[in-house]
Nanobody
Framework: QLQLVESGGGLVQPGGSLRLSCAASGFTLDYYAIGWFRQAPGKEREKISC????????NYVDSVRGRFTISRDNAKNTVYLQMNSLEPRETGIYYC??????????????????????WGQGNQVPLAS
């Protein structure tokens, strides 16, 4: 069974840092581009970042560029999202998703939700007020 599992969430202070992990089971992440999405309370899910299957291409939404870093360790079958200088509005549920198309669209833009076939269950990141 193909599964993505996010971890690393937890209560963090504004201005703090957190690293999320997205681990795959049942398949090898090497062949998949990965995206991270966030859903704040009462809002629609939004795209945050993506990384190509090779790791060469990355992209970010402007609001997190310079503060968040996406990376991957294919040997560990895991993708990471390092989040620094977190802001209160960034609280929410963080999802990772996998795209098997082989497209290098991440180099040019942030793919949309329907570009991804597999999704994790989400990981809560609450920010202390």
């Amino acid at each position: 069974q193909l599964q993505l599992v996010e971890s690393g969430g937890g209560l963090v202070q504004p201005g703090g840092s957190l690293r999320l992990s997205c681990a795959a089971s049942g398949f090898t992440l090497d062949y998949y581009a990965i995206g991270w999405f966030r859903q704040a309370p009462g809002k629609e899910r939004e795209k945050i970042s993506c990384i190509s299957k090779s790791g060469v291409s990355t992209n970010y939404v402007d609001s997190v560029r310079g503060r968040f870093t996406i990376s991957r360790d294919n040997a560990k079958n895991t993708v990471y999202l390092q989040m620094n200088s977190l802001e209160p509005r960034e609280t929410g549920i963080y999802y990772c998703a996998a795209d098997s198309s082989g497209s290098d669209r991440c180099r040019r833009l942030l793919p949309n939700e329907n570009d991804y076939e597999y999704w994790g269950q989400g990981n809560q990141v609450p920010l202390a007020s």
